[in-house]
């Protein structure tokens, strides 16, 4: 028979695996939102809308995080990555989402342009 003490370090163990479906970041790309992930690390790149036939000389990035996905801050924005490098025509932008254990979460939008 299991004692107490050790169905709660199984429940845990377990949980942070159960509700990764609730906590964990995904959607972006032109894939229509699918992105691989891992319920213990995910690093992923993909595009959020394809790049045209224009220089591409700047790069600018603009992040946003959670704990838990309970506490979210950052502006993560297409807006915010164009300013941060005074890029006036976007010629693409990508994403970038890392998230460890479903604890924490990192997604950044990356815009090229002119």
Known sequence: MFSFSRNLALIALASPLLM????SVGGGGANGGVVPSGCLYTSVNGP???????????????????????????DNSI????????????????????SI??????VCTEVRGE
């Open 20 to 23: 990764t479906g609730c906590i």
């Open 48 to 74: 959020i809308a394809p790049g045209v036939s224009m220089k591409r000389g700047k790069f600018g990035k603009a992040c946003g995080q959670n704990v838990l996905g309970v506490v979210g801050w950052g």
């Open 79 to 98: 807006s915010t990555a164009q300013k941060s490098a005074g890029i006036e025509k976007i010629a693409s932008v990508d994403y970038e989402l890392t």
């Open 101 to 106: 254990l479903g604890v924490y979460a990192k």
